[in-house]
């Protein structure tokens, strides 16, 4: 089997009824899918399946076999974020940070889908099964509406990690 | 050990590699038996994935409309068939759900533990829909309630039919948690073609069921007569039993004002 993900294609080794999400953490060591639920219903896992959004932990990836994928690392880097991306930092819309892949994701979709500008209710149709336990969701919403109309700025004091930082792993963590 | 799994190209090979269904598991969209398997609650000797079997698609043939049966529940939402389905559709489970779910594996799901499956069967079952499938004995067609209450098992579902006049009338009412993923809790479906009306409920048990007593005396009370409510995590079967037939009025209601 094989997959391309954010633009690489590679040959999978797992077996076939192996979750999409479980190819890419375990291993293609694509982590930002995250392992929520597992079960289809908290949304964190999504990624673009040739550019529909999809939920890995609910697809063998016998299933995506010659597939492109995208997820949130093929989205923007640290220095250029994407329209989403830099909407959700602007608006505080991620706290623990647990859902935003997967809110991303189906967000970028959703954008790209309707071609300009969202509204509200299409915002809730589209994140509906995506489940945030920290923000409230009214941020979420906010800066996928900012995102669609254009409304971002320029990110330019981001955070970001020197390289040479110590990485902190914990071995069987979820992140 | 590793099941074996199997990718059929065409819906003969499907049928064919299905046999009699013995040992094997077939997997459509994967939505309910992907987390089955994570969980370790199934473990599969053979896989049979349809996804690249070419069973998936809606086509109209003369006055039939016929659904594949790997045709995502997205399609039902928006495609051409009748509203009564389409609308069904729009509830089950999430806009990234439906992509991946199919019609197929909504009518062969087996009975959930926590919640009630099928959400599309009330409405097929109103339509009057046909289900055309493979295994043992060769290839049948059957009304889709005949298909829900017999046993299931050993059939590969290929297709449903839906005549395109099926309904002059439909009426619709639910009650759903108030939830994304909006389990159901009694969904009512009817339609009426050439003054026959047809009845049936789902979210309330195993699975859907047609409702003979109200279609015969068109009493709301009389559902309690058809179905045997269930209590699970969603509602009591109680609070089903209460609902039933004010859901049922509100359908008959709907069908008489449309
Ligand atoms: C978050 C979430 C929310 C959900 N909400 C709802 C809801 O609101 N309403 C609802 O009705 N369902 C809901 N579901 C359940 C499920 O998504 C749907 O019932 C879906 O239509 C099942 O289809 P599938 O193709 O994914 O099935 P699969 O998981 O592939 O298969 C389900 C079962 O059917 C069998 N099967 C599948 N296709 C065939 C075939 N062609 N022939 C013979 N056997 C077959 C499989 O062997 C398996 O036993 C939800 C699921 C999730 C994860
Ligand atoms: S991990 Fe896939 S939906 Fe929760
Ligand atoms: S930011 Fe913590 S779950 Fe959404």
């Known amino acids: 089997m094989r997959l391309t993900v954010n633009g690489i294609e590679s040959e999978i080794s797992s077996p076939p009824l192996t979750p999409l999400l479980h190819v890419l953490r375990d291993e293609l060591d694509v982590t930002s899918p995250k392992a929520g639920c597992q079960q289809g219903g908290c949304g964190t896992c999504t990624v673009l399946v040739d550019g529909e959004p999809r939920r890995s932990c609910l697809t063998p990836v016998a299933a995506v076999d010659g597939a492109s994928i995208t997820t949130l690392e093929g989205v923007g880097e640290p220095e ?4 989403v991306q830099a909407a959700f930092y602007e608006k505080y819309a991620a706290q623990c940070g647990f859902c935003t892949p997967g809110m991303i994701m189906a967000a970028t979709a959703l954008i790209d889908r309707k ?5 509200r ?3 809730l149709e589209a994140l509906g099964g995506h489940y945030c336990r920290c923000t409230g969701y009214v941020k979420i919403v906010d800066a996928v509406m900012a995102a669609s109309r254009g ?13 040479g930082e110590p990485s902190v792993e914990v071995h069987g963590s979820p992140a | 050990m590793a099941p074996q799994v199997l990718i059929p190209q065409s819906a003969d090979e499907a049928a064919t590699l299905y046999g009699d269904g013995e040992g094997i598991t077939v ?15 199934i473990r599969p000797e053979r896989a049979l994935l349809l996804h690249a079997s070419g069973l998936s698609g809606i ?26 389905l389409s609308i069904y559709a729009t509830h089950v489970a999430d806009y990234e759900v439906r992509q991946s ?28 829909a046909r289900v055309r499938s493979a295994g043992k004995g060769g290839e049948r067609t059957e009304a889709v309630e005949d298909f829900l209450s017999g046993d299931r098992s050993g059939r590969l579902v290929l297709e449903i039919e839906i005549d395109v006049d099926a309904a002059r009338k439909s009426g619709a009412s639910g009650k759903r948690r108030k939830h994304a993923h909006s389990y159901a809790i009694a969904n009512v479906a009817i339609a009426e073609r050439d003054g026959e009306l047809r009845v049936a409920v789902a979210g309330v048990g195993p699975t859907a069921v047609r409702c003979r007593s109200v279609e015969a005396s068109r009493d709301p009370q009389d559902v309690l007569e058809d179905v045997d409510p269930v209590d699970d995590a969603v509602a009591t079967a109680e609070y089903r039993r209460q609902i039933l037939p004010l859901l049922v009025r509100e359908a ?3 069908l008489e004002t449309e």
């Open chain 2, 27 to 41: 997997f459509a969209g994967g939505t309910i038996l992907m987390p089955e398997l994570a969980s370790g609650r």
């Open chain 2, 59 to 84: 086509r109209s043939d003369g006055g039939v409309i016929r659904i594949g049966a790997m045709t995502p529940v997205a399609a039902l939402v928006d495609g051409p068939v009748p509203w009564l």
């Open chain 1, 151 to 163: 409304e971002v700025g320029d990110v330019q004091d981001l955070p970001v990690s020197e390289a």
């Open chain 1, 121 to 123: 209710d299409e915002v």
């Open chain 2, 101 to 128: 779910a199919t019609i197929g594996g909504n009518i062969c799901a087996p009975p959930g533990r926590e919640s009630q499956r099928g959400d599309l069967g009330a409405a097929l079952i109103a339509l009057g």
């Open chain 2, 252 to 254: 008959l209601d709907r």
């Open chain 1, 80 to 83: 250029r974020l994407s329209p």
């Open chain 1, 115 to 119: 071609g300009g500008p969202v509204e």
